[in-house]
């Protein structure tokens, strides 16, 4: 156990033993084991967006083994996915990687201003597949966020009880915001605070832009005077937002982009904004597997400081 990690676990003063190994595990795998940094590959954007928009465009990834190997081979310190991705191979791969079950899902057949998801998985499912973690999803602005929270309150009780570490993606949607508003740095911020709030082990947020959504909010990041014009200081305001860094908080890799090079500028950005890592899904698993380690040694490599 490094020192990092102690200093990590300790900010979980409150959570039994059972939790704290849980936690322990996703530090201590993989290629960033034991540095406090994470890199978490996500896979439930087949049901989030349907199988031809997350697998058409490299078809080995229809097969939930694929992900299993791709996870295992680039390093990662977990992997995440839906209920029936994890029993389709989870037995194959028993032990070989910290799994999160993801316990909420959302699709877009119905894809509403004011978005909920439906729960799709629970506790006892993650202890039978032998996870690490449980996932939830809150969309902070909706018009149905108390029912999630709500929600999640309850399953993170469940989940603590049965020595499971607990994962929030926290992604801001609503009729209210606007679709800069999503990603505004106040909203961002905001939405990181809610899910430490709740409980949260580990905080998954998009990256926050410089916008500025909140007019009450904005008189007082200039009033302030909040640095927030580079994207590592808008990250270090998240994590500042998270108990003054005191909870793990990591960010999403977002849509397939082109442009590697602005990819793992901004993970340079999370790294030196104070970040934990990324969790980094569809940039990833949409590449053939040859191209996809290539690219996820690459996001380790800048974690771990081998790559300036």
């Given at each position: 156990?490094?020192?990092?990690?102690?200093?990590?676990?300790?900010?979980?003063?409150?959570?039994?033993?059972?939790?704290?190994?849980?936690?322990?595990?996703?530090?201590?795998?993989?290629?960033?084991?034991?540095?406090?940094?994470?890199?978490?590959?996500?896979?439930?954007?087949?049901?989030?967006?349907?199988?031809?928009?997350?697998?058409?465009?490299?078809?080995?990834?229809?097969?939930?083994?694929?992900?299993?190997?791709?996870?295992?081979?680039?390093?990662?310190?977990?992997?995440?996915?839906?209920?029936?991705?994890?029993?389709?191979?989870?037995?194959?791969?028993?032990?070989?990687?910290?799994?999160?079950?993801?316990?909420?899902?959302?699709?877009?057949?119905?894809?509403?201003?004011?978005?909920?998801?439906?729960?799709?998985?629970?506790?006892?499912?993650?202890?039978?597949?032998?996870?690490?973690?449980?996932?939830?999803?809150?969309?902070?602005?909706?018009?149905?966020?108390?029912?999630?929270?709500?929600?999640?309150?309850?399953?993170?009780?469940?989940?603590?009880?049965?020595?499971?570490?607990?994962?929030?993606?926290?992604?801001?949607?609503?009729?209210?915001?606007?679709?800069?508003?999503?990603?505004?740095?106040?909203?961002?911020?905001?939405?990181?605070?809610?899910?430490?709030?709740?409980?949260?082990?580990?905080?998954?947020?998009?990256?926050?832009?410089?916008?500025?959504?909140?007019?009450?909010a904005k008189k007082v990041?200039?009033?302030?005077?909040?640095?927030?014009?580079?994207l590592a200081e808008r990250?270090?305001?998240?994590?500042?937002?998270?108990?003054?860094?005191?909870?793990?908080?990591?960010?999403?890799?977002?849509?397939?982009?082109?442009?590697?090079?602005?990819?793992?500028?901004?993970?340079?950005?999370?790294?030196?904004?104070?970040?934990?890592?990324?969790?980094?899904?569809?940039?990833?698993?949409?590449?053939?597997?040859?191209?996809?380690?290539?690219?996820?040694?690459?996001?380790?490599?800048?974690?771990?400081?081998?790559?300036?």
């Open positions: 156990m490094t020192n990092r990690v102690r200093e990590i676990l300790s900010w979980y003063g409150t959570d039994n033993a059972g939790v704290k190994t849980n936690l322990a595990r996703i530090l201590n795998h993989g290629t960033l084991k034991g540095t406090g940094k994470c890199l978490i590959l996500p896979v439930d954007q087949g049901f989030e967006h349907g199988p031809a928009r997350s697998f058409a465009v490299n078809p080995p990834g229809y097969d939930p083994r694929y992900h299993f190997e791709l996870a295992i081979e680039a390093g990662c310190n977990a992997y995440a996915a839906p209920l029936g991705a994890l029993e389709a191979a989870a037995g194959d791969f028993a032990g070989d990687i910290p799994l999160i079950l993801k316990l909420n899902n959302h699709d877009v057949l119905n894809d509403d201003k004011d978005p909920i998801s439906a729960v799709t998985g629970s506790v006892r499912d993650a202890l039978r597949l032998g996870c690490a973690a449980v996932g939830y999803t809150i969309y902070p602005g909706s018009s149905h966020c108390k029912i999630m929270y709500e929600q999640l309150r309850a399953i993170a009780e469940e989940a603590k009880d049965a020595s499971l570490a607990v994962v929030v993606w926290s992604y801001p949607r609503g009729s209210q915001l606007s679709k800069d508003g999503e990603t505004a740095m106040d909203v961002v911020a905001y939405a990181a605070q809610i899910a430490a709030q709740l409980g949260a082990h580990i905080i998954k947020v998009k990256l926050p832009t410089e916008h500025l959504e909140q007019a009450a990041y200039e009033a302030q005077q909040i640095p927030i014009k580079t990250v270090r305001h998240v994590v500042q937002s998270s108990f003054n860094g005191r909870r793990i908080v990591i960010f999403s890799g977002g849509a397939t982009k082109e442009d590697d090079k602005a990819i793992f500028e901004e993970v340079r950005a999370i790294r030196d904004g104070g970040g934990f890592g990324s969790i980094m899904g569809r940039n990833s698993f949409q590449r053939k597997k040859a191209d996809a380690l290539q690219f996820l040694k690459t996001i380790t490599g800048i974690y771990a400081g081998t790559i300036p």
